[in-house]
Every structure is written in structure tokens, then in C-alpha cells.
């Protein structure tokens, strides 16, 4: 940190805010490596951690001071030091310590102290929080090939959900993924999980093993990402339109200023130029809308999922509530029933199993009278 | 997790005004009031899904206190803060201490200091967190989600920490005034291109020898400074455990480090002088800081509106005020309310 002394040539591409707090001004994504790269020695950005004993003769060095000196040093900066408690009795840090003075303590008793008054379980989202935080701890690649190189740039990326049919609650159902600035927009897109793209249009009772054949996702390819006035399609397919067309003409013939295209395949996160903390958008089938905010931009650190194969990681993910089958109360529906005649309802829904079981012989015949629209829940993706 | 945020930011000042009290910048002094307080304990008793969240806010509220505008002590404070809370944690792996791009600068001159003023302690600890990689190295300061963060309140300055000793002279300093003194000499020839009567009345809007009276006003509040705050210089200069001669040392180091801005509007003054006999204009301008002795920054202060300049039409300023922290300016807003009134009761003649 001493000896890498960088003059200062005004950078025009560092980061600051537009707004405090809220957003930042457009810069391009990989100025940040870059701005951090010269600024750093390869040290300070590696993997490797150096060993105490070298890292303090390094310091002694560059400080000119004595060894008597690095010695109370050590002993002075200490992590002994920071101990709070005797050093043969040891607090349980589970608890919250009933006689603190810190007011952030205090305050944490009495939170507890009302959520146990409750008796309310631990709830959903909790649990789930605690499962990805499994996944993300120490994964370190098989191969020296899906290293994610010293560094690389990872981005911290949140799609929320269409509003439309989640009821307000405060907390903005969305996924956060992260991802490497060398990663192109159409990894972004297809790492996006969506109802809408496992929709299935059509009526198969007579023909219920098509049904998995017609989502949408292969059906509708279209997509784009809109950033900074410019429209990234996805081109990768033949059937892709470019449905950003339309706009781009709207806003022509309106005397906006004018809107720009891009494919979404050939660019890479890192060439683009935003604002991070600005909200986004992102829209599929037509009109399934998302906003999309890159809420971070940073080296990668050793702490992080090294292996690239693991990319675009999955860190939070919104629970919704699944649909049970209503006849075994025990698996997510898979299909939705009108005019059924076994059914206890109308509409009903059914598990997979239990539908087949209920409406069909033992060939696959299908059994009285009924129309079947397979289903998918919003609570499949979780 | 912004439940706990105002609670948390409490305890860090609490704990940071006790090592202000203490005239110190020996880690020494700082892990005995981090002890006394049993800070670490903060960490204790957090949900298991909570930890993660709660190490991030704390780590981000704790590095605040490292960056501008606070004083260098409160700075040095802030630093073994960040360095006490992250190995406290007891998240695995650890959440890290986040340091922006922009806020580097700020980082390199920290450590330059320290290293003049041999504070060893204080550049120990800095190069052991990068040592042991508890850093990342980031775009911003803290994540940033658009819709989520406007309902958050503007969080409030303590302003015992900040450094109030140099804003003046860092603002008024020899580029600004440089700049200032041609735009003005600009000012005057265009003024006397338009009108015919040279000495029509109606133009004197402005004080013709600005630049000095800006710079005679600086060092006004420099010398005023000196002789009223002697006692409290010691606070920021002085420190506890070292041996007197190692103290009044760096009391010089500091101070030279602090009148560095006044040096140079002082050399100006001299440059100008030779310009002023050169040309006898009438010259004046509305950014004065009063014409009667009577203060009119009332209105808005000085770098309330030097910000506002820079929020329009950001590059020009920008480049006049390099030498000053644009980002303290930004970030200062808060106090700009109540900062002035101290300025104010100060009788500038
Ligand atoms: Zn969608
Ligand atoms: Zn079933």
C-alpha cells in the first residue's frame, strides 16, 4: 500500500453519485477494474494472503523501524487486544448480554424479548436465507481454467418481479445474481427465472406428455434490456424480432431523443455504461416487464466463489407460497381443470401423479369429460 | 437490517467521542476504550440470518468515520474501528470492509500523513487490513437499490468530529483564486468593452480588489483561528502516550500539514500585489464575503452555494476546486445549516 504511489491524473471515469445514497452517475462498468488495477498493486487484489512473519519484516522494512519497535507493536496492535472478556471465561455469543450499554444491545433484547412474547416461528424467508448462504460459502474451482482471474469485476444485479399481481408488502419480490463483468447480457437474461417464460398456452387433456413441449420460453424468444437510451436484443435465434423496434419509432415520431440498439449476445456487462442504484428494464414475451438495478460493482475478492462455472450465482431468491394438488395436499399443481367431473371443485388443480391417476386408464386413455390446462405455479421457481 | 442503524451509529460516536476526549491517536488508548465498553459484544446475540446483514451495516456505518470530512483523529478512530468490528465479527467468511474508488485518494494522503508523523500504529493496522484482504475494493461506498433507499433519512453529521480547522483556507485556496482573479480581470474587460463612461456608478457592482479581500479574509480566519482554537489545535496534534519531545514534533508536522493552504494564498498575495499596482481597476464581485464589515453570508453560505455550482454545471468547478475534497463538499451538506452560524458570530474586521 506504501510504495504503489499513483499520481493523480484526473480520472473522469470514477464513480460518484448523482444522487447520495440513491444512485450513481453513467460510467462505464470495467472503468472501475481498470481505476482499481492501476491504483493497486497485483498484491493487494491477489488471492494469495501473505504470511504474518513476512508481511511484518516487510513493514519493519519500509518503516525503518527496529525490531524492538515491530515487536511492541505487535503486541500493541494485537488481536488479544480487542478481547472483551477474561481470557478463561468465555461469553456465549448467542445471546444477547442482558446488561449492556451499547444501545444497539439493548435494543436487540427487547426486539427478541417481543418476538419470543409472539411465538412466531422462524418464517420462510429466514429458513431461506440460510440455505444460500450454504451455497455461496468456499467454492473453489476443480480446474485452474474456471478460475475467475485475479482482478475480475463482479457485478451484484437485482431483477424484481412484475408488481402486478403480488400484493404490497414492502419487500419487493425479486432475485439478486451475481455475475462477472465478462459475462454477456444474454447470460443475464437466460440466469432470469420467470413464470412467464414456463407458461403453457393450450388445452391437452388428450395429449397430456406434449404439454412440457410449448413453453413459452422456446416458443416467444424475444427479449430486450434497456439501459442508458439503448435497447440490447436478444438476436441469438433466428425467430428473435426485434420487438424494441416498435419503441424506437414511437419515440421517433414523438420528438424524443432518439433511442439506440444493440445485441444482447455480443455485449459484455462490463461494456456497459450505467448507473448504478438506477432501475432498469427488462421485458420478455411480449410484455412481461422487469426493472433491473446493479446495485454493485467491485474487484473479486477471495472470499467469493471462485469457480466461474457457478456464474451467474444465484444469492437471493423471493419465496411465494405454492399451490397444493387438492387431492394429496402435497405437491405443487401442475394442472388446472374445467368441467371435471372427478374433481371436488371448478376449476381444480392436481398434481402430475394424481391427475394422470384420476383421469386416465392404465394406455393413457383419457376418462370422461373435462378440459386440462397445465399449470405452473408461481411458487415452481423457488 | 435499518432498524438497528441509528442505534449502531450511536454506540460507534459514543465510542469515538471517548477516544476524542483522549487526545490520542495510539491504538493503545482506542482498544482500552473498545474494551471498557465491551464493544465487541455487539455482535452477540444477532440471529443466525441476521449476521451476514448486520456485520454488512456495521462495517458500513464504521466507514464513514475513516473518510472526510472528519478529522484526522476521528479518521485514525474510525480505522481501528473497522479493523476492531472485522475481526469481531463472527461471520465466516467475513464480511469485508467496502473502500470506493473515489474514496482512494482520500486513503493514500491518510497514510501519507500517518507515515510523516511516524504514527506507526495507525499505518500498521491500515496495511494489515489490506494484508489479510479484509478489503474490497468497490465501485461505491455501500450497495446502492433505488426504490429502497429513498425513504431513508438523511443521516446527521457529528459535527465534534469534523475538522473545521482548514475548510476555509482549502476552499480559498491559490487555484481558486488564481482562477478567481482572471475571471475577474475577464470580467472588467468585458464590462469596459460594453459600456463607454468608464466610471458610470451604475457598473461598480463588484469590489474592485476582490482577490485580495478574499485572501486578506482567509488569513484573517487563519490568524483568529490560531490564537482562539491554541487549545483545542492540541487535541488533534497532541497525543497521550508519547514522549513530549515526540509530540510537540509532530504538533510542528501537523500544523505545517494544516497552514499548507494558507502558505499558498499567503505566496499568492504577494503575486497579486505585483498585478494590483499593474492594473488600477475597479474591480469587484458579488462573491465577497462582505462589504461593510456587516456579514451577508447569511444567505446562503460560501460552500453551500460553491455545492450547488458544482451539482449544475459540474466540470468547471470541478477543475478550480481540485485541491479541495469535492466529495466532503457533497457530503456536507448537512451541516451547511449550521456550520455558517459559527462563522458568523466571528466579527471578520
Ligand atoms: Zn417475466
Ligand atoms: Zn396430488
Given at each position: 500500500?506504501?510504495?504503489?504511489?499513483?499520481?493523480?491524473?484526473?480520472?473522469?471515469?470514477?464513480?460518484?453519485?448523482?444522487?447520495?445514497?440513491?444512485?450513481?452517475?453513467?460510467?462505464?462498468?470495467?472503468?472501475?477494474?481498470?481505476?482499481?488495477?492501476?491504483?493497486?498493486?497485483?498484491?493487494?487484489?491477489?488471492?494469495?494472503?501473505?504470511?504474518?512473519?513476512?508481511?511484518?519484516?516487510?513493514?519493519?522494512?519500509?518503516?525503518?523501524?527496529?525490531?524492538?519497535?515491530?515487536?511492541e507493536l505487535r503486541s500493541v496492535c494485537s488481536l488479544d487486544s480487542l478481547r472483551c472478556h477474561a481470557e478463561d471465561e468465555l461469553p456465549d455469543t448467542e445471546v444477547v448480554p442482558p446488561d449492556s450499554t451499547l444501545k444497539t444491545l439493548i435494543q436487540r433484547k427487547k426486539r427478541q424479548d417481543h418476538k419470543a412474547s409472539l411465538k412466531v416461528n422462524k418464517n420462510r424467508h429466514d429458513l431461506y436465507a440460510d440455505e444460500l448462504e450454504r451455497l455461496i460459502v468456499g467454492r473453489t474451482p476443480k480446474t485452474e481454467s474456471d478460475r475467475i482471474p485475479e482482478g475480475e469485476i463482479i457485478l451484484t444485479i437485482n431483477v424484481y418481479y412484475p408488481a402486478v399481481f403480488e400484493k404490497f408488502n414492502y419487500i419487493r419480490p425479486h432475485m439478486t445474481l451475481l455475475m462477472t463483468g465478462s459475462h454477456n447480457l444474454t447470460e443475464l437474461r437466460d440466469a432470469i427465472c420467470c413464470i412467464s417464460d414456463l407458461q403453457v398456452c393450450g388445452e391437452f387433456s388428450r395429449t397430456p406428455d406434449m404439454a412440457p413441449d410449448f413453453l413459452c420460453k422456446d416458443h416467444f424468444k424475444s427479449a430486450f434490456f434497456f439501459f442508458e437510451g439503448v435497447f440490447y436484443n436478444d438476436m441469438r435465434f433466428p425467430e428473435c424480432q426485434d420487438i424494441s423496434i416498435t419503441t424506437i419509432n414511437w419515440a421517433k415520431s414523438h420528438n424524443f431523443p432518439p433511442f439506440t440498439q444493440a445485441k444482447m449476445e455480443d455485449t459484455l456487462l462490463q461494456d456497459l455504461k450505467l448507473k448504478v442504484g438506477f432501475p432498469y428494464l427488462y421485458?420478455?414475451?411480449?410484455?412481461?416487464?422487469?426493472?433491473?438495478i446493479i446495485t454493485d460493482v467491485r474487484l473479486v475478492h477471495k472470499y467469493d466463489c471462485l469457480d466461474k462455472k457457478l456464474y451467474p450465482m444465484l444469492t437471493h431468491k423471493h419465496k411465494v407460497l405454492t399451490q397444493k394438488c387438492a387431492v394429496c395436499h402435497l405437491f405443487i399443481a401442475r394442472w388446472y381443470t374445467t368441467s371435471d367431473?372427478?374433481?371436488?371443485?371448478?376449476?381444480?388443480?392436481?398434481?402430475?401423479?394424481?391427475?394422470?391417476?384420476?383421469h386416465y386408464d392404465a394406455d393413457g386413455n383419457k376418462l370422461g369429460e373435462f378440459s386440462a390446462y397445465p399449470y405452473v405455479d408461481r411458487g415452481a421457481l423457488n | 437490517m435499518d432498524f438497528c442503524r441509528r442505534h449502531v451509529k450511536s454506540d460507534c460516536e459514543e465510542l469515538l467521542s471517548r477516544f476524542r476526549r483522549t487526545q490520542s491517536v495510539r491504538f493503545e488508548i482506542f482498544s482500552g476504550i473498545w474494551r471498557d465498553m465491551k464493544f465487541a459484544s455487539i455482535f452477540y446475540g444477532t440471529m443466525f440470518h441476521e449476521k451476514r446483514p448486520f456485520a454488512r451495516l456495521v462495517l458500513d456505518i464504521a466507514s464513514c468515520y475513516f473518510l472526510p470530512p472528519f478529522s484526522f483523529q476521528i479518521r485514525v478512530g474510525g480505522l481501528y474501528l473497522l479493523h476492531s468490528l472485522y475481526h469481531s465479527q463472527d461471520t465466516v467468511p467475513p464480511e469485508q470492509i467496502r473502500l470506493a474508488l473515489k474514496d482512494w485518494e482520500e486513503v493514500k494522503k491518510f497514510e501519507r500523513d500517518a507515515v510523516n508523523a511516524q504514527h506507526f500504529d495507525v499505518v500498521f493496522i491500515l496495511h494489515q487490513l489490506m494484508s489479510c484482504k479484509a478489503i474490497h475494493f468497490t465501485a461505491m461506498p455501500t450497495l446502492i437499490m433505488f426504490p429502497k433507499k429513498r425513504k431513508v433519512e438523511r443521516s446527521v453529521l457529528c459535527e465534534d468530529f469534523v475538522e473545521r480547522v482548514a475548510r476555509p483556507q482549502e476552499l480559498i485556496n491559490i487555484d481558486l483564486l488564481e482562477e478567481l482573479s482572471n475571471v475577474h480581470e475577464l470580467y472588467e474587460k468585458m464590462k469596459s468593452s460594453v459600456t463607454s463612461q468608464a466610471e458610470s456608478s451604475s457598473m461598480n457592482l463588484t469590489h474592485k480588489d476582490l482577490t485580495s479581500r478574499l485572501r486578506g479574509a482567509v488569513i484573517d480566519f487563519h490568524n483568529w483561528q490560531q490564537t482562539k482554537n491554541g487549545v483545542d489545535e492540541e487535541e488533534v496534534s497532541g497525543e497521550g502516550t508519547s514522549s513530549q519531545l515526540e509530540s510537540s514534533k509532530r504538533a510542528e508536522l501537523l500544523a505545517s500539514i494544516k497552514s499548507k493552504a494558507f502558505g499558498e494564498a499567503a505566496e499568492m498575495c504577494k503575486s497579486r500585489r505585483h498585478r494590483q499596482v499593474e492594473v488600477d481597476h475597479p474591480v469587484s464581485e458579488e462573491?465577497?464575503?462582505?462589504?461593510?464589515?456587516?456579514?451577508?453570508?447569511?444567505?446562503?453560505?460560501?460552500?453551500?452555494?460553491?455545492?450547488?455550482?458544482?451539482?449544475i454545471s459540474g466540470e468547471v468547478w470541478k477543475e478550480a476546486l481540485s485541491r479541495t475534497t469535492t466529495s466532503s463538499l457533497s457530503t456536507l451538506e448537512s451541516t451547511a445549516e449550521e456550520k455558517p452560524k459559527k462563522i458568523k458570530r466571528f466579527k471578520w474586521r
Open positions: 500500500m506504501a510504495a504503489s504511489e499513483q499520481s493523480s491524473v484526473p480520472d473522469t471515469d470514477i464513480p460518484d453519485y448523482e444522487y447520495i445514497g440513491v444512485n450513481t452517475k453513467p460510467f462505464r462498468i470495467g472503468s472501475v477494474r481498470d481505476g482499481w488495477l492501476t491504483r493497486l498493486r497485483p498484491k493487494d487484489y491477489s488471492y494469495q494472503q501473505e504470511d504474518k512473519d513476512t508481511f511484518e519484516a516487510n513493514f519493519a522494512e519500509a518503516m525503518g523501524i527496529s525490531e524492538e519497535t515491530m515487536a421485458c420478455h414475451q411480449g410484455d412481461c416487464e422487469h426493472l433491473v367431473q372427478f374433481a371436488p371443485s371448478d376449476p381444480c388443480l392436481f398434481c402430475d401423479k394424481c391427475f394422470r391417476m384420476l | 462573491e465577497s464575503p462582505h462589504p461593510s464589515g456587516r456579514s451577508r453570508i447569511s444567505k446562503p453560505s460560501l460552500r453551500a452555494r460553491t455545492a450547488e455550482n458544482i451539482h
